[in-house]
């Protein structure tokens, strides 16, 4: 069989053009022969080219939900450069409603740079990084906590010794307007998105516009109005009607590898004690595990690995070993 996608849109075009990129599938899949990602090119003038991408997890519906609400309203007359548009990346997992995708089983943010003859997941993966982001400038990668992880709205990036660089990634956060934003330090060869147009070049502006729960205004509002700001800020599209909410004052924190990821050690029922927005220190009391199995046996108390601010803590209680319990980030220094 031909691995090669079929693209049925022109994403060099002017205009707006709505199409897919077709994979084939090895072996049919409730009943498909094939994966269709749904793509918007809108195109004017001499602008920057940018990417917005949703359903990298197909437990996160925000960015899904607000690509195709831009692709309906954005006139192209509006629109300075180039917006490539790809609100569902991972049509398996999105329409399965999990993390991973159903048909390889595998996380599509752990598998970057991709492979043209791999899995689909894979497939799909190379596509984007040979195909999308060559022709890309920036990259916005709109992500939630899904079903697992309650989080603070957040906008995040990697971090660069280049001071001109930062300085244009530190204004490109602002201009989101998320509460906080995360630095990410993470090593070499990054198998994410974010994480390889990062290290391609790309100004890579993510985000977590929340998570924990069902698609709500207000998470859709963080994640609408952050890209819609952002693009402002690159004078792609005039400045967005006021979101009806004061303007935040960003704080900008780190998470340096994975060190700040409290995990489970164990299957059991997770009691936590602590919630968003806490600032804790190394050693406290982070909550309490009881074994499912074992409900008389007396619930064994955790620790925060390290001291900081929590951004992330376990939206469900019932937890399996390696599951994240916590996200604790530190204020960025300078």
């Known amino acids: 069989m031909g691995y090669e996608p079929r693209v049925e849109i022109d994403l060099a075009g002017a205009g707006k053009q709505v199409g897919r990129v077709v994979f084939p599938l090895d072996e049919p899949f409730q009943g498909r022969s094939e994966i269709a990602l ?4 809108i195109a004017n003038g001499k602008g920057p080219a940018v990417s917005l991408w949703g359903g990298n997890h197909g437990d996160e519906y925000e960015g899904p939900t607000v690509m195709g609400q831009l692709a309906r309203e954005l006139d192209p007359a509006a629109v300075e450069g180039r917006l490539l548009i790809l609100p569902a990346i991972n049509p398996p997992a999105l329409q399965n409603r999990s993390r991973t995708s159903p048909i390889d089983g595998k996380n599509m943010n752990r598998v970057w740079p991709g492979d043209r003859q791999g ?20 990259l916005m990668d ?18 660069t010794d280049d001071a001109a ?12 307007n998320a509460p906080l934003c995360v630095e990410l330090r993470l090593g070499a060869n990054r198998a994410t998105a974010a994480g390889c147009a990062h290290e391609r070049g790309l100004l890579v502006i993510g985000s977590e516009s929340g998570g ?24 792609m599209l005039p400045a967005p009607p006021a979101p009806g909410r004061p303007r935040h004052a960003t704080r900008f924190t780190r998470k340096w590898g994975h060190q700040a990821e409290m995990l489970s050690d164990s299957d059991g029922i997770f009691i936590p004690f602590r919630g968003l927005w806490d600032e804790v220190e190394e050693g406290e009391p982070a909550g309490q595990i009881i074994p499912r199995d074992q409900p008389f046996e007396a619930p064994r108390t955790l620790h ?29 220094e300078g």
């Open 38 to 41: 749904p793509v918007c090119v």
């Open 119 to 138: 899995t689909i997941t894979e497939r799909i993966v190379a596509w984007l990084a040979d195909s999308v982001l060559p022709a890309s400038d920036v």
């Open 142 to 159: 709109c992500h939630t906590g899904g079903d697992a992880l309650e989080l603070i709205p957040m906008s995040m990036s990697h971090h």
């Open 165 to 176: 660089e930062r300085a244009r990634i530190t204004a490109a956060h602002l201009s989101f």
């Open 212 to 235: 924990g729960h069902p698609v709500s205004p207000a998470s859709l509002a963080n994640c609408y109005f952050g890209i819609r700001n952002t693009l402002a800020h690159l004078e």
């Open 304 to 332: 925060f690995p390290a001291s900081g601010l929590i951004a992330g803590r376990a939206a469900r209680s019932g937890v399996a070993a390696g599951d994240v319990l916590y996200w604790v980030v530190r204020d960025a």
